[in-house]
């Protein structure tokens, strides 16, 4: 065992796909080649990250695996980085994540090698922000994973790409540069308090704070992750992105961006500010519950499929917010399983539609109908992947939102009732797509491949995964168990409001 | 025998319908067929093979925990007791032959795969509302029902109305469950648990308030999935689906889960007097709401599926009485009889080529007497002929009314003898207006494939002997269901010989009154009634548009208001005016870097001025 945690694991799973990027930037006219490559690395990483899963599938309290090496020791900047099950759950949805976005992306015939390369880039930074433990290395790998997303949406996106991309970019910015002031505030303060100077999370922790002081601190990084996450009213950047961005761009968006914002909350929001953080629960009840509703609502009217998934996306991030807020142990793992549910159906649903989009160069909801009568395997997924969406028992979407509904119902009732309303919303927006697309007298008499190899087992594969985290989730439970208990100490009087 | 061989029971229609829905292109149409009828039918034996594991307190059996976190634990465990054991035994055999009758009804369609594999799936999904030994398990059948009666309602989707129905279904029954949810969560907090045989030995410990909240939310959930008012719109679209579709799902099983549900959970419902009494109320007001609905219906399927949301209502109300064993006499009784009529208006259509309406029909007992007695035994049934299984039933139902002495129990059992005449009414209207006289138009018939016939004539037998399950003493019999039951049967009826009697010669009197009124009718020839009040009832009381204008309008524009107003002009708006701010001020601020010399001097000038005064403020 000690000859295996010797070996710097964390630091290989974010570099390699660093390198990775590396070469493929150099080898950028080689345009097979780099696809290629792009599959082994993230082939690579994805295996990495499943040994990671069951090597610990069993949890434990505090961390798994831990490097800490100096960095910038004038400042006292370190490299740390540590896994715990929370995490690792969230790098391995990351490692699967990516394997599928590469293998959507099989066609992109633009740049293929720089295109790759942002991808990688991508997923070094996520890993970064799912491992890192000082908030300087934080940031970096926060800011990290924006920049290759910009491009990606600037550069491959639809028609509107380019405003959609600015407003993801103004959004995420402004959140995070308060962050980043925030960061360089709570240094200081260590510092003037009389502390070595340093960024880790674990020395800036416990830090007396005065009560408007860490108020306005705890402020600023909720804003930078509740625009991530994002929460009704600052998730309108969302939809934009989510329709122009290219295919693998919408499954990393919804799968992985958003979740770094509720980590973030969990890993340095909440611990670095326990009194604020206890103080603002209800009030993140109260825009979940808003949010589950309001996007629903929205998602109803949609004309344009990729936007209708889009806005069901910030509906289910609702109910993963509601979950914190409810701050029980059944409730946040809930929240945790559902982030990974979220990702999996929501990632699945993405690459349905421009499946769809490739055969039928439209995504308009009016425009398609009757598909089953054309491609019964596509639309065979997609009912099953809409299915999961809308919360069928027996399928991953509701494993998540009934621990997240029975953890709300024990600490508000009114919290629980309402959010159990929503699954008449998210019926019926999704059915509302279910029948736009599927059923109905097929339009046009041209012919359409069904599925090809590479589509169906990227599909069977997720399938198969909705049907596990649905029927039988305790190994994904597992490991969550003692990190959410110690999570849960965090705040005071248990966050009972 | 092993508890565990109980889940062969749930594992046979999953297998059939994994099977076919894998492998189900690559095999015969007939093979596929066969598939999914032997799924059903050895699920049948099964559950015959393991009877006596039902007896007593039944047997439990738990395969693996399904959820686990913090202080919530479900488990996929079921309960094999009398009463999850007679209800699993109907709803196989029933399966079995509709699943058999549907292997010819569909033997012409392409796309057969989906057909089936969605009916065996839809079986499995049954048996686990009827097996379930806790609340999850029973939501995820629950569920499972639902999604499987949307997409078969929905079969034939090219035509867009067909879809639509199957939402819509989906829809309504969707918002009952959202009742059953909050109950479901309600309970955990309360409880602990959410295993039923829990729940129900707790319920006693519970307030008053929360047990009549408690109860209201369970009526809710059984109202979606039921049909009762007000959740009931969902049914007479749903007839779209094929019929065996009709006579599986929307009338021998799903539609009686919401009355399953409260019978499962009947020690916790019979706590509370206000709650069992507005169920009571909800099933005798649809009982008579879709009876009078189904007097004025044209097409042969909409009056079946008003008569079945009436005679579901019936059974509600059987409930809110307290006789569990009535309740659940009647659902076996209707379940037959209901499945054979629907099966016979399927050979009807079959035989006029595809024809719906009834004022279109006529004569067809010279074309079929074979359909025509079949149909007949059926229709004798539901209209509650003496000595016929529904006339036992229904019986009973109106008796546990009556017998609870009470000025609201005598109201209730006054509105179910009136739907009682109109169910005669009804039923020998279709009857005479299908199978009497000449025929109205010319039709191009289809021959009935074999199974479509031989599987009718043993569910006659079952509809018109179903008696013999629950024979009152009365009649020399010994209740056997009741006593089968045992401690589940709910309160036991106390009346005495004379009312029972006076009763039965009511129910007779009224029998006959509505055959004689249908047989005048015919007699005189009169035409159908026209004018406000059959158009009325035809529509179901208006309660579509009421729905349309009420909620679905409001919905959309609420939704609207949201996307434009809420996320178009406060949200995006306000973010982009600050981003015009920002580039009108720095195009201002641009202004000032014209380049010129003299600009610069002057701010030279100013500033100066600005620092000098300042600092002589701050001298003196």
Known sequence: MTEFTHIPWLSIL???????????????RREELCRWLALAVSWGVFVLTAGLFAAFRAGGSGWLLYEDHAWIERLGVRYILGLDGMSLLLVLLSGFLMLVAVLVSWRVRRHTGFFFALLLLMEAGILGVFLALDLVLFYLFWELMLIPMFFLIGVWGHERRIYAAIKFFLF?????????????????????AGGAPSFALDNLRGLELSPSLEAWLYAAFLLAFLVKVPLVPV????????????????????GLLLKTGVYGLLRFGFPLFPNAAAASLPWLALLALIGIFHAAWIAYLQPDAKRLVAYSSVAHMGFVVLGLAAWNQTAVEGSILQMVNHGLTTGALFALVGMIDERAHTRRIDELGGLWGKVPRLSFFFLFFSLASLGLPGLNNFAGEILILIGAFQTNPVWGATAFAGVVFAAAYMLRLVQGVLWGAARGALFWPDLEPREGAVLVVLALLVLWLGLYPAPFLAPLREPVADLLNVLPQGGLP | M???????????????ALGNLLLGELLLRRVRAAVAVAAVAASALTCLLLWPLAAGEGTRATLFTWLESGTFQVSVDILFDPLSASMTLMVTLVSTLIHLYAAGYMEDEVDTTRFFVLLNLFVFAMLCIVLADNLLLLFLGWEGVGFCSYALIGFWYAEEKNAAAGRKAFLVTRVGDVFFGIALLWLFALCGTLSISAINAQASLLGSGTLLAL?????????GKSAQL????????????????????????????????????????????????????????????????????REIKRVLAFSTMSQVGFMMLAVGAGAVSAAMFHLFTHAFFKALLFMAAGCVIHLTGGENDITRMGGLRKQSPFVFWLFLAGALCLAGAPLTGGFFSKDEILLADFARATLFYRGIWLLGTCTALLTAIYTFRLVYMVFAGEPRSHFHGHALPGPMRWTLPPLALLALGGGLLNLPPLY???????????????????????????LAVLAVALFFLGWALVHWRHRRAAPEPVGALPAFLLSGWRADRLVERGILRPFQVLAGWCWQWGDGRLIDGTLEGAGRLCLSGGERLRRLATGRLSTYLTALAWGLVVMLGYFAWRIL
Not at chain 1, 235 to 254: F, K, M, N, R, Y
Not at chain 2, 2 to 16: D, N, Q, R, T
């Open chain 1, 14 to 28: 974010i570099f390699l796909p660093l390198a990775g990027a590396l070469l493929c930037l150099v080898l950028w």
């Open chain 1, 172 to 192: 995420t910015l402004a959140g995070s540069l308060l962050m980043l002031l925030a960061i360089i505030g709570l240094h200081l303060l260590h510092t003037a």
């Open chain 1, 235 to 254: 998730h309108t950047w969302l939809p934009d992105a989510h329709t122009e961005a290219p295919t693998a761009g919408s499954v990393i968006l919804a």
């Open chain 2, 2 to 16: 092993s508890a565990g061989l109980l889940f062969l029971i749930l594992a046979f229609p999953l297998l059939g």
């Open chain 2, 215 to 223: 109860t209201l939310l369970l009526l809710g959930g059984a109202c």
């Open chain 2, 230 to 297: 007000p959740l009931m719109t969902w049914l007479p679209d749903a007839m779209a689906g094929p019929t065996p579709v009709s006579a599986l799902i929307h009338a021998a099983t799903m539609v009686t889960a919401g009355v399953y549900l409260l019978c499962r959970l009947f020690p916790l419902v019979s706590l509370s007097p206000t709650g069992m009494m507005a169920i009571a109320a909800v099933g005798a007001l649809s009982a008579l709401y879709a009876a009078s609905c189904a007097l004025a219906q």
């Open chain 2, 476 to 502: 020399g019999g010994k209740e056997h269901l009741h006593q089968f039951l045992g401690p589940l049967a709910g309160t036991r009826i106390h009346a005495s010989h004379a009312v029972e009697w006076a």
